[in-house]
């Protein structure tokens, strides 16, 4: 309560409603965004092979690869069918000739942390050996070596490796082994029946198994997983570098030369990709092929890549670098429940083109198993911007998804990949906010009109006294009220209560469906004021025979004040007003 010299029993001031009435409807849609730019270096596919040809037939679930590179051979094995399948080059089956049979049965429980590796050098060439993977409770030895023929030469106890998952052979024909066990890495010698161990190196990564292994030409430089999803490499034994950070599928080196190259696969931004890095660790370029293994032919410059999405080999041919179309991704119109319209820009460059768009579910690791639109191309070959869209109608209700466009230089088999969008499929609920009306000193009164789409969409009105609130800041929700899928537009109010006096609010109307949230515009009202209390006169003092000062006081109740006097000489019949102050 402030004390004035001065009173008035005016009103205080009312304050004013800012209204204005905008209706807006909620659409799934993202910013277009472009695409780098349209010269790609890529390792192209030359072709694929499934094992159809061998004695078991089509591979059952593909695994780690290797060739042997002294007699052009290329070993799969197939965990699905437990088997260690022989292909040449070209990817045509081969038979063992212990067997006469191109699907061998080596006596030992593949898994998917299985390997395979061969000796290529004169040491024994040819000389196959396996690994169980690094679960010890399965059946079979640790690490097995076969002769090139498919014969058992011998086996690796348990005591030497533990559960043995990660495979080498260095240019001296020392087979390498990562032991699940020891978290270690072992080296064998060159000879002996089994061999015995001769070095370790302690990867020093706490419970990582070595599960891959590549070693360079000079047996110095050993590359294998790490803790953290990273891919290591140890010189002398002692760790050296981390040459990139993604989980890793496996690894590769040209041992064929001194500074040969590394190749790992595995998984980066949601895409099974291969790497590829020179002997010093500089990373050269990024593929977008991949999977769960990769062997390198130096002598044709060729990858082999098992892909356990397509259950083949697929074989990528030397570096090609060359123009492919711009591309960019546009926003997505989710319909309902399960269908979706795709859009997006190709400029073809002048190139001869197809493309297409692909989509998988957000949580899906890889591109491999992604869903495609039917490919096109764009003729003529000009180079102006062309829009260009999709329908799908297969969507999982409620999920979220991802979609790139994808455009082919067809000539040069380059492709090139728009940034990918998310998006959530469904129907999105359609929200409309009314101007506030009832509007008093504590409370106000809402309404709007919801459609819920088709699914059943939870309602609520969201209200903030920030002073940014136009800006977004500060709402906080209002009790929630459901309306069933496909009731159409719904009318729905709500009176707000226990309001500040002289408040300015912002409020907006929010409904969730399965295809998230949808926000109205935001309006805004200013609450009224409240009436000053506690208002006395006091006594008047100092006084002349013709002059006194008037006291009193008076409660503003927060606000801004405008008071006066009025005072009466006959008693109150009549009053005379002074100024306001």
Not at 471 to 495: D, L, M, Q, W
């Amino acid at each position: 309560m402030r004390s004035h010299a001065k009173e008035s029993l005016l009103e205080s001031l009312r304050g004013s409603v800012l209204r204005c009435a905008i209706v807006a409807a909620f659409a799934l849609t993202a910013f277009a965004s472009s695409a780098p730019a349209a010269i790609v270096t890529e390792r192209t596919q030359l072709f694929s092979f499934n094992g159809s040809d061998t004695t078991v037939g089509t591979f059952g679930s593909v695994g780690r690869i290797e060739i042997d590179h002294a007699n052009g051979f290329v070993y799969v094995i197939d965990q699905g069918k437990q088997r260690l399948d022989k292909f040449n080059l070209a990817g045509e089956a081969e038979n063992f000739a212990a067997t006469g049979e191109s699907s061998l049965n080596p006596g030992i429980s593949f898994t998917g942390f299985s390997d395979v590796a061969v000796d290529s050098t004169p040491v024994n060439t040819g000389r196959i050996y396996l690994s169980r993977g690094a679960l010890s409770q399965l059946s079979g030895a640790p690490v097995k070596a076969l002769s090139p023929e498919g014969n058992a030469l011998w086996d690796l106890p348990s005591s030497s490796v533990g559960a043995a998952c990660g495979l080498a052979v260095d240019a001296e024909g020392h087979p390498w082994v990562g032991t699940g066990g020891k978290r270690a890495i072992n080296k064998y010698a060159n000879s002996g029946t089994p061999p015995v161990l001769v070095d370790v190196i302690s990867t020093g990564f706490g419970f990582t198994t070595p599960c891959h292994l590549a070693i360079d030409q000079s047996g110095q430089a050993v590359y294998t997983n790490a803790a953290g999803s990273r891919l290591n490499k140890y010189v002398g034994g002692v760790f050296n570098s981390t040459l990139t950070e993604m989980p890793i599928g496996d690894i590769t080196i040209d041992q064929s030369k001194a500074a040969g190259r590394i190749f790992v696969v595995g998984n980066q931004t949601s895409a099974f990709v291969f790497k590829e890095f020179d002997s010093s660790g500089n990373e050269l370029n990024e593929y977008a092929h991949g999977g769960a293994g990769i062997a390198y032919s130096p002598s044709l410059d060729r990858l082999y890549i098992s892909d356990p999405f397509s259950n083949t080999i697929k074989v990528v041919g030397p570096p090609v670098t060359g123009k492919a179309p711009d591309v960019t991704i546009g926003p997505v119109q989710s319909n309902s429940l399960t269908t979706a319209d795709f859009t997006g820009t190709i400029n073809p460059l002048g190139l001869q083109n197809s493309y297409y768009f692909e989509y998988k579910a957000e949580t899906s690791p890889s591109w491999f198993g992604a869903k495609k639109t039917a490919v096109e191309s764009i003729t003529p070959t000009d180079s102006i911007v062309h829009s260009v869209s999709a329908s799908v109608n297969d969507l999982e209700a409620g999920k979220e998804f991802q979609v790139r466009l994808v455009a082919e230089n067809t000539a040069l088999k380059l492709k090139n990949y728009s940034p990918i969008l998310t998006f959530k499929s469904g129907k999105p609920a359609i929200v409309a906010i009314d101007p506030p009306a009832g509007i008093t000193v504590s409370a106000a009164d809402v309404s709007g009109n919801v459609d819920p789409g088709d699914s059943d969409a939870s309602w609520r009105f969201q209200l903030s006294s920030h002073s940014e609130c136009l800006s977004g800041k500060g709402f906080a929700n209002r009790p929630a009220t459901v309306i069933a899928a496909n009731s159409g537009s719904t009318p729905v109010a709500e009176e707000l209560t226990g309001l500040l006096p002289s408040q300015q609010y912002c409020v907006r109307l929010s409904a969730t469906n399965n295809s998230g949230e949808s926000l109205s515009t935001v309006e805004t009202f200013t609450t009224e004021a409240v009436a000053p209390t506690n208002i006395t006169t006091a006594f008047a003092a100092p006084r002349t025979d013709t002059t006194a000062r008037l006291n009193g006081r008076v409660n503003p109740q927060g606000e801004d004040l405008i008071y006066r006097f009025e005072w009466s000489d006959d008693g109150g019949t009549s009053w005379s007003v002074l100024p306001d102050q």
